[in-house]
């Protein structure tokens, strides 16, 4: 793939995401099936815009059926699923549409709480859209008037999959078909945290005092759409607390309020600093503790820390009249490690929220620190 992103002065190469894999093997296996052609390469196109022409290998066809896989390219992008190879089987079938089954290395989901149904293949909704977009142009350009089950499988995912948190998230067996545009666009951790300095110093030399942080786009979003601040001060840390602190201490400002997603914000709570899943998955243990040291049983304790998100623990917490003791200790201790990070320097504050339940708390200058990011006339 040549398509490139510019990061910290240099040229890294996208790659395409494991759900653009299944979308092209399950398309050369249809036409295959449909047309008993075999092309070189299949075209498919993805939801960034970016259209890939990409190589069916290992391909089989019987008479009832056609297969082939795609090698994932990651690019730039470090990444364990790198060179694997995707599978896509695709069988006719009585009835009208596209069935999506999973196959080896395609984990299965056993818990409530994901974007895949319970009991079903660990298949994103993208990627379904993907292939069920892809397989319908096939079949109306053929003229097939039946319906296709395709089968996606990757092998190699059996393993790779016990490196990652997929069983601790109820996803067992393999791997996650993901992807959300289609294309994996790469950046190192250094090419993040510099792309955050840039920003912090770009607001320090407009004159900017006071820095408004959101960990991504959720932040983004719930901060001008639900809160109706003023963005223009505001910069993104993606999931470098430690370093967004450190800096903004360095760069002399006087304030920094953080407004993030209870599924990242918790864990500061814990002295986190880096919030990626790869360093931390610990949403769930503090809130459970929290929980049992305000009255909670031991059942309820355990019910909440094995929670698939966050928003179920406060669900559990509502339930259980236990939310507002709860929340207003992690926040404390959110404040604590914020500050403790920046030795009582400048002035920090945190707001969490959920994008189910709106606001669900704030550490004890985030009012204060709000006022300064309103919009003038507001």
């Known amino acids: 793939m040549e398509e490139y992103q510019f990061s910290q002065g240099k040229n890294l190469r996208c790659g395409y995401t494991t759900g653009s ?15 008993g052609q075999r092309a070189a390469t299949v075209r498919i196109d993805t939801p960034k815009g970016i259209v890939l022409d990409l190589e069916p290998l290992e391909v089989e066809q019987g008479a009832d059926y056609a297969s082939c896989a795609i090698r994932k390219d990651s690019g730039d992008d470090p990444d364990d699923t790198n060179g694997i190879l995707v599978y896509a089987k695709v ?28 009991g079903g293949p ?50 067992v067996g393999g791997l996650s078909v993901l992807g959300t545009s289609g294309i994996v ?14 920003e912090m110093r770009a607001q320090k030399a407009r004159g900017n005092k006071n820095l408004l942080v959101f960990f991504g786009n959720y932040g983004e979003d719930f901060t001008r759409d639900i809160m109706h601040l003023d963005l223009d001060g505001a910069v993104t840390c993606s999931n470098f607390v430690g370093e967004l602190l450190d800096y903004a201490v360095f ?12 599924g990242k914000l918790v864990k500061l709570a814990q002295g986190v600093m880096n919030t990626h899943s790869k360093y931390a998955d610990c949403r769930t243990e503090l809130f459970a503790l929290e929980a049992m040291f305000h009255g ?9 820390y094995a929670c698939l998100t966050t928003d179920e623990v406060t669900k559990i917490l509502q339930r259980e009249q236990l939310f507002e003791p ?19 320097k400048i002035k920090t504050a945190a707001l ?27």
Do not use: W
């Open 21 to 35: 894999c299944a979308t092209a093997a399950a398309k050369a296996a249809a036409v295959m099936l449909l047309t």
């Open 326 to 344: 709860v929340i207003a200790k992690v926040t404390e201790k959110i404040d604590f490690y914020m500050q403790h990070r920046v030795h009582g």
């Open 91 to 118: 069988e006719k079938t009585a009835s009208a549409g596209v069935v999506i089954a999973g196959g080896v290395g395609v984990g299965m989901v056993t818990k409530p709480g994901l974007a895949c149904a319970q």
């Open 185 to 198: 666009e790469p950046m190192s951790e250094k090419a993040l945290i510099e792309t955050m300095y840039v």
């Open 296 to 304: 909670a049983s031991v059942e309820v304790g355990k019910e909440i």
């Open 352 to 378: 969490m929220f959920s994008n189910v339940y709106g606001i669900l708390g704030k550490t004890k200058y985030a009012d204060d620190l709000i006022q300064l990011h309103k919009k003038k006339g507001e």
């Open 251 to 262: 760069l002399g400002f006087e304030s920094l309020l953080l407004i993030g997603h209870s």
């Open 122 to 171: 660990a298949i994103n909704p993208t990627p379904r859209r993907m292939i069920t977009s892809e397989l319908t142009k096939v079949m109306e350009e053929a003229g097939y008037q039946g319906g296709l089950l395709v089968t996606i499988s990757i092998p190699a995912g059996v393993e790779i999959a016990k490196k990652t948190f997929n069983p601790r998230l109820g996803i």
